[in-house]
């Protein structure tokens, strides 16, 4: 099994299950837009998105200092972008950073790094 040391960046939204129960189409309209402004730093920041699942994002970054400054700016962002809206559509995002060993299978990455991260 390949291993490397890695930072890894996990973040999702406080109370999604629960806006999705409440307006799922709404729900899924505002993350949409806001994948599109995450996804964009990630990769801006030097990022590789490896796993997604609902409003959930894993990704790698080759510099943990990349990550936070990613992190950083993706909070800065989804807070203006929670000006305009109404209390039921705001999104708020936590977002978790560990560096550790992972190993590597299936364009995956796997291990306590991640799971700590997320």
Not at 82 to 104: H, Q, T
Request: neutral net charge.
């Amino acid at each position: 099994m390949e291993r490397k040391l890695s930072t890894i960046f996990a973040s999702d939204v406080v109370g999604f299950s629960k806006m999705m129960e409440k307006n799922e189409e709404a729900t899924l309209r505002h993350l949409k837009k806001r994948r599109l402004v995450i996804d964009g730093l990630i990769s801006e920041f030097g990022g590789n998105i490896f796993g997604t699942a609902g409003d959930s994002v894993i990704a790698e970054f080759p510099s943990p200092i990349k990550a936070t400054e990613c992190a950083v700016k993706i909070q800065y962002k989804m807070q203006a972008i929670n000006l305009d809206l109404k209390d039921s559509d705001k999104m708020i995002y936590r977002i978790g950073i560990n560096i550790g060993d992972v190993m590597i299978a299936e364009n995956n990455l796997f291990g306590d790094a991640v799971n700590i991260a997320v």
